[in-house]
């Protein structure tokens, strides 16, 4: 398979996370690690290397700018931030003629969270009204067509895990050589990183609402409801964990996966206290955090799964966000300085590091 060199959803989750403890201009950062400086002098020229002279964010390497869920989390991470009229230009191309968010369902509704944080830096009221109505016509989409009543939950894979590879059996059917995860059985499947940016949605929705002077208590209320089926079906207190998915039989998958575990921290759907004992609980390679482990039994340390094990450079910073947030310092220390070391041997930001070895790896579908 192959890895995509300068994926821009793989590196710009650093350089939101390297603002703790630092000195920050608009270009420039300054630690103690010249290291780290490095990898963030990296970031800021990955971003404009990937910027179309239409001003379009393209996710990296190999990709185009089609991707709902990647132009999302680089505007949420850097671009709303230090190129916020190219964050609002990819905001509005992946939608349907700025009447709904676009692209794989499954995690669009991510794109209602960035286009609520551009809102916070620019000001803009116009543009407030614009994505109030998009974001209420996208809820109202998916609601009925991909909301489990019995559960509380939404159904669809987990975010930007489009690949099969990040599921075991069920979801994975033996045989089927498809490595798209929606050939297998995985519309029915609820998520713990989805349903936690659908929480989050919700808020953001609700924040819109009350700010252009309309009561949001409708979204904040579905938002308590989900928070409350999130920790019913997904957080153990008795491990200090949070299960990765649910599959279509009702079956919970006990893996952890890092991205859900950082959404769920940041976004308070579990408390610090509890979130820095689940944190401590996440298993951490020589090179980082896998984006879901224990490895599944189809794969091993010389077969590494693509979406399971495998070192995603915009899990990791997640994650390390998520590890500030609550306080657990020597773990965000050791994920941000683990990315920018990987940078410096690479030479730049690739889509995915072998966990075994640090180098970049496609991994296996």
Same mark, same amino acid.
């Given at each position: 398979m192959k890895n995509h060199r300068s994926s821009i959803t793989c590196c710009l989750v650093l350089i939101i996370s390297l603002f703790i403890g630092s000195s920050l201009s608009a270009q420039t950062l300054t630690t103690s690690n010249r290291t780290i400086d490095q990898a963030f002098d990296i970031a800021i020229r990955t971003i404009d290397k990937n910027t179309t002279p239409e001003g379009?964010?393209?996710?990296?390497?190999?990709?185009?700018?089609?991707?709902? @869920?990647d132009c999302a989390i680089n505007s949420i991470n850097a671009l709303n931030l230090l190129r916020p009229q190219v964050a609002e230009n990819s905001l509005w191309s992946v939608t349907n003629d @700025? @009447?709904?968010?676009?692209?794989?369902? *499954?995690?669009?509704?991510?794109w209602v969270i960035a286009a609520w944080e551009h809102y916070m830096v620019t000001n803009d009221e116009n543009y407030l009204r614009q994505i109030y109505q998009c974001a209420r016509t996208t809820f109202a989409e998916l609601e009925a067509q991909h909301y489990n009543a019995q559960y509380g939950l939404f159904m669809g894979p987990a975010v930007f895990q489009d690949g099969i590879a990040g599921y075991d059996e069920p979801v994975y059917q033996k045989g089927n050589e498809s490595t798209y995860v929606l050939d297998h059985d995985a519309d029915r499947i609820m998520c713990l990183s989805t349903n936690c940016i659908y929480y989050k949605a919700y808020d953001c929705i609700a924040a819109m609402a009350w700010k252009l002077g309309i009561t949001g208590e409708i979204y904040n209320s579905k938002a308590k409801s989900l928070k409350k089926a999130i920790r019913k079906h997904f957080y153990n207190s008795k491990t200090n964990s949070l299960c990765y998915y649910i599959d279509q039989n009702g079956t919970k998958h006990q893996y952890t996966e890092a991205l859900g575990v950082a959404f769920a921290t940041l976004y308070e759907l579990v408390s610090k206290k509890e979130a820095q004992k689940i944190i401590r609980n996440v298993y951490s390679s020589k090179y980082g955090v896998p984006v879901v482990y224990p490895s599944f039994p189809r794969y091993s340390e010389s077969k590494p799964g693509r979406h399971n094990v495998?070192? *995603?450079?915009?899990v990791n910073m997640f994650f390390a966000w998520a590890c500030a947030y609550v306080d657990v310092i020597d773990r965000y220390y050791a994920e941000i300085t683990n990315l920018a070391q990987l940078v410096k041997s690479s030479g730049g930001f690739y889509e995915i590091y072998d966990p075994a070895t640090g180098k970049p790896s496609g991994g296996w579908q």
């Open positions: 379009i964010i393209l996710a990296g390497g190999a990709y185009g700018g089609e991707w709902t @869920r @700025r @009447r709904s968010v676009g692209h794989q369902y *499954w995690d669009k509704i991510i495998m070192v *995603w450079p915009h």
